[in-house]
C-alpha cells in the first residue's frame, strides 16, 4: 500500500528552529514535495527533493533519504506567521497522482 | 499573472442535486489536477488530466464524479445525486508540463456542503 506519516501537531517558539519529519512507503518513488497551507487557504509549494541530501531554500530547508523512505522540513529562525500546516507529498513512479500526508499543523507561540 | 482560479469559492446545496465547479489554469500549464480535502486532511487526488486527455482517475472516485477539460485549458468537476459525505473543499491544481520540479500550483478551492 502507499502511505505517508507526518506528526499531526507541533509547537515551537519564535525565533527557534523546528523539523517536520515525513515517512513513505509507496510503488516506486519519483520525488517528494513540501506544501505549506495557511488556515482556509490553498497550499503553496515550498520546496522538492528527487534526490537524497539537502535542499536549501532561504529559512526553510528539506532533506531526504531514499533508502528509509524519509524526509525533514526543517524551519529556522521561526516567525509567527510561519503558524500553519505543512504537507508532505510523495509522487510516485508509474502514476500521475501525488499522494498527500495528513499535514503537520505547526503552532508558533511568541 | 493571474495563478489557477476557481469559481464558485462556495456552493451550498441539498442532499441529492447535482453541481458544478469550474477551474481556470495557469494559462501556460499543460497539467491538471483535481484534489479534495477535507478538515484536518491533506488533499485526497480525484483526477488528473494532461491538456485535453483524462489520463488519471482515483479508483476512490464514485461514478457521480465527472471531470472534463475539451480544449485543455479550463476544467468542470461535476458531482451527481451528491451526498453530505461529498463535503469538503474541492482544490484544483496545475503544473507545467516539462520542467524538473513540476510543482503544482493551486487554486483557492471551492468549498462544497450538501444538506
Known amino acids: 500500500g502507499q502511505n505517508i506519516d507526518q506528526p499531526t501537531e507541533m509547537t515551537a517558539t519564535e525565533g527557534a528552529i523546528v523539523q517536520i519529519n515525513c515517512t513513505y512507503q509507496t510503488s516506486g518513488f519519483n520525488g517528494l514535495f513540501w506544501y505549506q497551507q495557511h488556515a482556509g487557504e490553498a497550499p503553496t509549494f515550498l520546496s522538492y527533493n528527487v534526490l537524497d541530501g539537502l535542499e536549501e531554500k532561504g529559512r526553510f530547508s528539506s532533506f531526504l533519504s531514499r533508502s528509509k523512505g524519509y524526509s525533514y522540513l526543517l524551519l529556522k529562525e521561526l516567525q509567527m506567521k510561519d503558524s500553519a500546516s505543512y504537507l508532505c507529498a510523495v509522487k510516485s513512479s508509474g502514476t500521475y497522482k501525488y499522494i498527500f500526508g495528513t499535514g503537520t499543523r505547526l503552532k508558533v507561540l511568541a | 499573472d493571474t495563478g489557477v482560479s476557481q469559481d464558485p469559492r462556495h456552493k451550498i446545496t441539498k442532499r441529492g442535486q447535482n453541481v458544478t465547479f469550474r477551474c481556470d489554469p495557469i494559462s501556460e500549464h499543460n497539467r491538471l489536477y483535481w484534489y479534495r480535502q477535507t478538515l484536518g486532511q491533506g488533499p485526497e487526488f480525484l483526477t488528473y488530466?494532461?491538456?485535453?486527455?483524462?489520463?488519471?482517475k482515483s479508483r476512490l472516485l464514485s461514478d457521480r464524479f465527472s471531470a472534463e477539460r475539451p480544449k485543455g485549458s479550463f476544467s468542470t468537476l461535476e458531482i451527481q445525486r451528491t451526498e453530505q459525505g461529498d463535503s469538503a473543499m474541492y482544490l484544483c491544481?496545475?503544473?507545467?508540463?516539462?520542467?524538473?520540479?513540476?510543482?503544482?500550483?493551486f487554486g483557492p478551492g471551492t468549498r462544497l456542503t450538501v444538506l
Open positions: 488530466f494532461q491538456n485535453e486527455a483524462q489520463l488519471e
Open positions: 491544481a496545475s503544473s507545467r508540463l516539462a520542467g524538473a520540479v513540476n510543482e503544482q500550483f
